[in-house]
C-alpha cells in the first residue's frame, strides 16, 4: 500500500474538472472557519439520539433500519416543498438525514437545505455547486456538522444549524455517494470519483478524513472503476467495503486503509461494460459477519467479510441498484430491483431462499427502510408510488401517489417518512390510523 503522502504528491498533478479546472486534485484542506474549534465539547459530534436518522441507509452497517420509527395503517401529507428536485439526470436522487428537529435534504441543483422536519419551513439554504449535476450525495449529519458531497469532488462540512460551510475536501472530480461519520472511530468515511482514463472510464478512492478538518487519515490505493456506490463499515471488525462499476468489491482495513480482499463479479482479461456493475451500497449484517450488495447481473450477493468468499446468492431477475435492508433478528434482507422485476424480494439472510416478492409496479432503485419494530418495510417506485408493506408476508399496507417517479430512499422518524419524487417535491408524510 502507497503511503498517504505518495498518493498526495501524485494526486496533485492531476487537472481538476468543470468549472475548477485552476484547482489541483488532490487531498486538500481548505478550512473556511475554525476547522480545530469544538467549543469545549467532550465529542462535538455525538452521540445522536437513538430515533434520529443521521446517514444514508442509517448508521455505518447501512441496515436501512428506523430505530423507533413506527409505521401506521395509513398515510397523510403532511407538507410538501414544490420541486425541490430537478435535473433530468439519471442517477438515484438524494435522501435526507433527521437531527432533532431538523430534515437536511439536498437539492440535485446543488443547494445543501435543512427543514423544520415537523412544518416543511426552511431554516437555511447554502449553495455548493453551480450547475452540472448538483447533489446526488445523502449527507451525513452529526451533532455539530452536516457532511455531503458533490459533483465537483468535494465533500463539504456545513454547520449545523446555520448552514455555514466549516471545511471542504477534494480527492477526485465527482462524490455521488454518501458519506459516514462512524462514532466508534471518530473518523468519516467516503468514497470519490477521478477522471476518466483509458483502458477504463475512470477510477477512484476510499478515504478515512479527520471530522474537525477533513484531512485525509489515509487514502486507498486506486480503484480501477469509479464507486458510484456509498461505502459500507463494520466498526467493531474494523472493515470498509465498497463496490464499483467494473463489478469489483473491495475491502479495506478501517486501521490503515491496507486492501483486505477484492472479489472480481466480471472475471476476465478486459472490462465488459454493463455486466455486473457494482452501485447498491454494502449492508452489513453483524451477527453473521456478511456483507449484501446487489448487481447489474441481476443477482444479490451475500459474501463473508472476513475473507470475501461468497455465503450465497440470489437472483432477481432485474438490475440491482437500490441497497439491501436488513432485519439481522428474523433473518431476512429486504431487495429492491429493476425491470423487468420491478419488485422488492423478501430473502432468508442464512439461505438466500425467497421469501416473498412485491410487484412495485415499476423499478425499484429507492432503497428499502425498515421501521424500528421491524413489521414494516417502505420504499418508493418508478410506477409513482410511495408502498409501505408488510415485513413478514409482503403484503401492501398503504400506497400515496406523488408528483413522480421515486429514485430517492425514505428517511424514517417516529411516525414521519421523509421522500423526494424525481423532478418532483419533497414530502413530510405522516402515518396514522386514517385508513
Not at 222 to 227: I, R
Request: charged share 20%; proline share 5%; net charge negative.
Amino acid at each position: 500500500m502507497r503511503t498517504t503522502t505518495i498518493l498526495i504528491a501524485a494526486l496533485s498533478m492531476l487537472i481538476g474538472c468543470g468549472e475548477e479546472k485552476e484547482e489541483p486534485l488532490g487531498a486538500q484542506n481548505n478550512c473556511v472557519a475554525d476547522c480545530n474549534a469544538n467549543n469545549g465539547e467532550e465529542d462535538p459530534f455525538g452521540p445522536a439520539d437513538t430515533e434520529d436518522w443521521t446517514s444514508f441507509r442509517n448508521g455505518p452497517l447501512r441496515t436501512g433500519v428506523a430505530t423507533g420509527a413506527i409505521v401506521g395503517p395509513g398515510v397523510e401529507e403532511v407538507w410538501r416543498v414544490d420541486d425541490h428536485l430537478t435535473t433530468e439526470y439519471g442517477a438515484a436522487k438524494p435522501s435526507g438525514a433527521v437531527w432533532e428537529d431538523m430534515l437536511y435534504y439536498p437539492g440535485d441543483f446543488g443547494d445543501m437545505k435543512a427543514f423544520n422536519r415537523h412544518t416543511g419551513e426552511e431554516i437555511w439554504s447554502t449553495r455548493l455547486i453551480d450547475g452540472g449535476n448538483g447533489i446526488h450525495s445523502s449527507p451525513a449529519v452529526t451533532k455539530t456538522t452536516v457532511l455531503v458531497g458533490t459533483y465537483r469532488g468535494y465533500m463539504h462540512a456545513l454547520d449545523r444549524e446555520t448552514g455555514e460551510e466549516i471545511w471542504k475536501y477534494r480527492i477526485g472530480n465527482v462524490i455521488g455517494s454518501s458519506p459516514v461519520y462512524v462514532e466508534e472511530h471518530g473518523a468519516i468515511y467516503v468514497s470519490h470519483e477521478t477522471p476518466r482514463e483509458e483502458p477504463l472510464a475512470g477510477g477512484g478512492y476510499v478515504t478515512k478524513n479527520d471530522p474537525f478538518t477533513g484531512e485525509a487519515i489515509w487514502v486507498s490505493e486506486k480503484l480501477h472503476h469509479w464507486p458510484h456506490a456509498s461505502v459500507a463499515v463494520d466498526p467493531v471488525r474494523n472493515i470498509v467495503a465498497v463496490g464499483a462499476n467494473d463489478g469489483i468489491f473491495h475491502a479495506y482495513s478501517t486501521e490503515t486503509g491496507e486492501e483486505l480482499w477484492a472479489r472480481d463479479f466480471e472475471p476476465g482479461d478486459e472490462f465488459d461494460p454493463g455486466t455486473a456493475d457494482i452501485k447498491s451500497t454494502g449492508a452489513i449484517s453483524a451477527t453473521r459477519g456478511t456483507i449484501l450488495f446487489g448487481t447489474w447481473d441481476k443477482n444479490l450477493y451475500a459474501l463473508n467479510l472476513a475473507d470475501g468468499t461468497t455465503a450465497w446468492e440470489f437472483n432477481t431477475g432485474g438490475r440491482v441498484m437500490g441497497s439491501v435492508a436488513l432485519d439481522d433478528d428474523a433473518g431476512r434482507a429486504y431487495v429492491p430491483s429493476l425491470g423487468p422485476a420491478n419488485a422488492v424480494f423478501a430473502v432468508d439472510l442464512d439461505t438466500g431462499e425467497e421469501l416473498w416478492k412485491f410487484d412495485a409496479g415499476g423499478s425499484v432503485l429507492s432503497s428499502p427502510a425498515l421501521s424500528g419494530d421491524k413489521k414494516t418495510l417502505v420504499f418508493g417506485s418508478g410506477s409513482g408510488f410511495v408502498f409501505a408493506v408488510d415485513a413478514e408476508t409482503g403484503n401492501e399496507i398503504w400506497r400515496y401517489e406523488v408528483d413522480g417517479p421515486v429514485t430517492s430512499s425514505p428517511t424514517l422518524v417516529g411516525d414521519m417518512i421523509y421522500i423526494a419524487a424525481k423532478q418532483g417535491s419533497l414530502y413530510g408524510l405522516r402515518t396514522c390510523d386514517c385508513q
